[in-house]
């Protein structure tokens, strides 16, 4: 039984050893894998611990909504049958500008429920005071039918909004 013993214990020990081996290569390579990208966020991002106050968070919704919050707001948020008043600048993906409040320079006023999809969802996420970025997909923008003669039938739109009030 002694001997039976005997070859039991090293034996045990093979896994424990082929591991701390295994780790000790790994961690000696001179060479490191390239990182592999990261599939976007689908929930918010909490900014880092030592992040500024005005850090971004960046959300995207189950609609496609990507919603960029760049400055917080302190007021309210708008419901659905709200009626607000912001600023917003649009532009296509390639940065062209499609339509401008603040280059007109007079903030809009409509209903919350009045507008596209993108819109109605994004402003709900804001609070009076809050500045932010929504990426559009055509499904709650447009659609195949666009907005002649501006926008065209499926364009992925982009909208920097700051919610100035709620009337």
């Known amino acids: 039984m002694s001997l039976s013993l005997a070859l039991i214990r090293p034996l045990a020990l093979a896994p424990a050893v082929a591991l701390a081996l295994a780790l000790t290569l790994a961690c000696s390579s001179e060479k ?10 689908e929930k ?3 900014p880092a611990p030592n992040a500024p106050a005005n850090a971004a968070t960046t959300i ?7 919603l960029t919050m760049t400055q917080a707001g302190s007021g309210p948020s708008p419901s659905a049958t709200d ?5 917003y600048h649009g532009t296509f993906p390639d940065g062209s ?3 401008s409040s603040v280059n007109r ?6 209903a919350v429920n009045r507008v596209i999809k993108c819109w109605t969802e994004g402003l709900q996420l804001m609070k009076v005071g809050a500045k932010a970025s929504l990426v ?17 039938a499926n364009s992925t739109l ?10």
């Open 158 to 167: 982009h909208f920097d909004v700051e919610l100035l009030g709620i009337q």
């Open 97 to 99: 500008v499609f339509d």
């Open 60 to 66: 995207e919704l189950p609609s496609g909504l990507i």
């Open 83 to 87: 009626t607000v008043r912001v600023h």
């Open 105 to 110: 320079g007079q903030p809009a006023t409509f």
């Open 44 to 46: 918010a991002a909490a």
């Open 136 to 152: 559009c997909p055509p499904a709650i923008a447009y659609g195949p039918r666009g907005r002649p003669p501006k926008i065209p």
């Open 32 to 41: 490191s894998a390239p990182a592999t990208p990261q599939a976007p966020a």
